[in-house]
């Protein structure tokens, strides 16, 4: 039996209940060091507790699926949803059917991030991820482009890192070919665990702005205002 | 001082400590009926609990800024994640920035239906509602439009109601002018929930499926494929 489990944004507080009991099931848990490092002043000493590499997540998953086979119950945990650029999918596609596995939800960094901001997702939104390692560039143009065709509110994952410096500066020059500069927008560093930080902007300003692979960028649909300091987007239960 | 509180998908196992901490601070709780029967089994007696009728948003917002005001904490809460065609916007767009009004996410239905079925949200997806109660239905399509033009994973929120018997239909048709009837999807009823039900299906069939307003449903990008019986969008960390 494996549990693929989301660890919500970070602190324990949102880590919900159903995810904790499934981790107390497990006898072994796996995830990359960070995830671990998380999870370990509570199950330290009481479960075996596996550190796995960045990019070894197919090898991981079939650590798991081996140590599932012997008869243990094994946790591999992600941060935030697992279903949501997480573990979930590559564990499914090698356990193929062969083995049980149970994925636990939890609080994507979309809902947390966007939480901190405001309200700005709460109008139909799109999920891309600016991260060209697994996907190739052109596709995440193509996605970009639509999305704001479609005039979605838009939340980047991954959007920027060391060694994609240049992605985020890329994703807003595709989006200023359809968007305004001036359209409401706003990111979010570490949302929901400490030293976390929230910083209202607009698309024109966002590509300068100093993000890293902790943070997660929104920006928002030509409905999207800034109403108090907070980003929101207006569902239409009051025209004002 | 107002907390918009998501309940995570129904059931209490779902609710994450920092939403339950937030309505252990109120002295007033507001929301549906559906949502209050939800905590009332924990509250009842030591909370204010209100119920407010659907389509009542604006008012109830403006009920839990004055109760704010004469000094009560106020909890508004939504199921699910209040940020995702929750409260949060209203809420924050009637406070306008004079009283306090933090945001504490939840598990929002995405990611619970997406959880049942298997990971079909592990590359990018558009989020779009079929409920044209509050949106012309012309922005719908070209949304719909839209993501399917960028081959986006679709989760559809709202998707059938007494009220909106077509809009399905309706969103299927506009979505095959693309995509191919035999794209991969699935659909959930009552995710995280007691009566939880999974299904697979294909874009092609699921117009004809019988869905209600407690259905979430996610049709596949061009990746997207049926592995061991769960709906997986790989993410390209092994290419079979």
Redesign the interface.
């Known amino acids: 039996m494996i549990y ?1 489990v ?1 660890l ?2 970070g ?8 995810a904790l ?1 499934a981790l107390g099931r497990c006898d072994v848990i796996v995830g990359y060091k960070t995830y671990i490092d998380l999870i370990a002043p509570r199950f330290k000493g009481r479960k075996e507790l596996v550190v796995s590499p960045m990019k070894g ?2 090898r991981r998953c079939e650590d798991a699926l081996r140590r599932s086979r012997e008869g243990c119950t094994v946790g591999v945990v992600s941060s935030g ?6 573990m ?11 083995e049980e ?1 149970i ?6 960094a979309a ?2 991030a ?3 901001l ?12 600016l991260s060209d390692l ?2 190739p560039w052109e ?2 143009a ?2 970009l ?3 704001a ?4 509110v838009i939340c980047l994952y991954n959007p920027m890192s060391h060694g994609r410096p240049d992605n985020l500066r890329l994703a807003c020059e595709t989006l200023l070919k359809t968007k305004s500069p001036d359209t409401a927008a706003g990111w979010v560093r570490s949302a ?1 665990r400490d030293g976390e930080e929230a910083h209202l902007t607009t698309l024109g300003e966002l590509a300068g702005e100093k993000l890293d692979m902790f943070c997660t960028a929104i920006v928002g649909s030509s409905a999207t205002k800034v ?4 980003l ?7 025209r ?1």
Chains 1, 2 share one sequence.
Do not use: K, N, W
């Open positions: 693929v989301g919500g944004p602190g324990e507080d949102q880590l919900t209940p159903r009991a997540e197919v949803d697992p279903g949501v650029y997480g979930a999918g590559i564990m499914l596609e090698v356990a193929a059917g062969h596995v994925v636990v939800p939890g609080v994507t809902c947390a966007a939480a901190v405001g309200a700005p997702l709460t109008h139909d939104f799109a999920v891309v991820s697994l996907t596709l995440i193509r996605r482009e639509a999305a065709a479609g005039d979605f929901g109403v108090g300091g907070r929101v987007t207006p569902r239409g239960y009051q004002p």
